[in-house]
């Protein structure tokens, strides 16, 4: 009830206000601890060398500096993803910059990496790693999505720059190249460069055993797409998250908002993102995980992207339309889903069915017509 009247609340604020408000409350310990002392077996795996107690992530987005990691955790989630973060300080684009679809149950946002820059992130980051993490023993597994400032006149400069200021503090390290809001970054979504990035990343982490990432758009054309999916491997990247947002607007949408431009998030993106996801899963060698994202609202959302092929999840606009209990929800209606369909552990799941259409059927998030 608490979690409803604190949506309600948000709800009649601008976007970003509301977003703000609830960064500030995460970042001060004002959320209940609505899923912190779950435990379900069924749901723990070792994947990319680390340790989750479930597949449900926070996807990086919400938390831009890096400000509101334990909040999150005490929420149920089994990782964060903070970010994005570039090496130096940067506004973003004009507001207003992010937008509601209530009746499509997704956002618009053109944010353009605004975020506070590496220096900032690495004073809280180095902060809760010595003081906070440790109340969340094997639950805080941290991600780090770094990315480029908009006037760099060398990008792959920065990704090495973030990586270096932030890899001690990171469990994974996210590069994202996906984002429709920074001019020409997308661009870089070529096998070439995207193994020059890698490199200059692995570079400068602190560790090299830290898992490496890269987040990819939707909105690729497939060659492309199997392109870079075949030269994963060879570049050394842990694992890839499909997908970030997308420029294109179904002609489903009914809200007065479609029309605006940047990234769509939420509902509208969920068959087309799970459609990515299999389709990577067929041409990846299987020791090469995929984080799914793209509409994952519920457990059946979430569950139809793992029988896809994603060893983990993650949402965001979900978070924000619906409310911060919804995470504990999420992974105790994921347990029951796993169970129902006779699986004794979340990996016996993982790829089990290699169409979309009919991960999302037996999931229960489509009805079939």
């Not at 509601?100 to 790693?129: C, H, M, S």
């Not at 770094?146 to 920065?158: C, M, T, V, W």
């Not at 270096?164 to 997308?186: E, H, K, M, Q």
Request: proline share 6%.
């Amino acid at each position: 009830m608490i979690s409803r009247l604190a949506t309600l609340f948000a709800h009649r604020l601008s976007p970003e206000r509301a977003h703000h408000l609830a960064v500030w409350a995460m970042s001060h310990g004002l959320v209940p601890a609505f899923g912190q002392e779950q435990d379900f077996p069924r749901l723990k795996q070792n994947c990319l060398g680390l340790n989750f107690t479930n597949p449900i992530g926070l996807a990086a987005g919400f938390d831009k500096n890096a400000a509101a990691m334990s909040g999150a955790f005490r929420l149920g989630f089994g990782f964060v993803e903070v970010g994005t973060i570039t090496p130096k300080p940067q506004a973003g684009n004009a507001k207003p910059r992010v937008f509601r679809l209530p009746q499509d149950q997704a956002v618009i946002n053109r944010y353009g990496f605004n975020n506070d820059g590496a220096e900032q992130a690495k004073t809280r980051l180095a902060a809760w790693r010595q003081t906070v993490s440790g109340q969340f023993g094997q639950q805080a597994v941290l991600g780090i999505n770094i990315g480029a400032n908009k006037d760099s006149p060398d990008r792959i400069a920065d990704y090495a720059a973030t990586s270096a200021i932030l890899s001690p503090y990171a469990d994974y390290i996210t590069v994202n190249v996906s984002s429709p809001n920074t001019p020409g970054l997308r661009d870089m979504q070529t096998p070439e460069i995207l193994a020059d990035i890698m490199t200059a990343v692995k570079t400068g982490c602190a560790r090299p055993e830290i898992p490496v990432l890269i987040k990819l758009s939707p909105d690729m054309n497939e060659a492309d797409f199997l392109a870079v999916l075949e030269r994963l491997p060879d570049m050394g990247a842990a694992g890839v998250i499909l997908t970030n947002t997308t420029i294109s607007r179904p002609d489903s949408l009914r809200s007065s908002h479609k029309t605006e431009t940047g990234g769509l998030s939420g509902a509208p993106l969920l068959v087309s993102s799970t459609e990515w996801l299999a389709l990577a899963r067929s041409r990846l060698p299987k020791d090469i995980p995929i984080i799914g994202v793209g509409g994952v609202d519920n457990a059946a959302a979430a569950y139809a992207k793992i029988l896809a092929g994603a060893h983990l999840v993650q949402l965001y606009t979900a978070l924000a339309l619906n409310g911060p209990h919804i995470v504990a929800k999420m992974i105790h209606d994921l347990d029951a889903l796993l169970a129902r369909d006779g699986f004794a552990h979340i990996t016996d799941a993982i790829g089990q069915v290699s169409n979309a259409a009919e991960a999302l059927r037996i999931s229960g998030r489509i009805k079939p017509v």
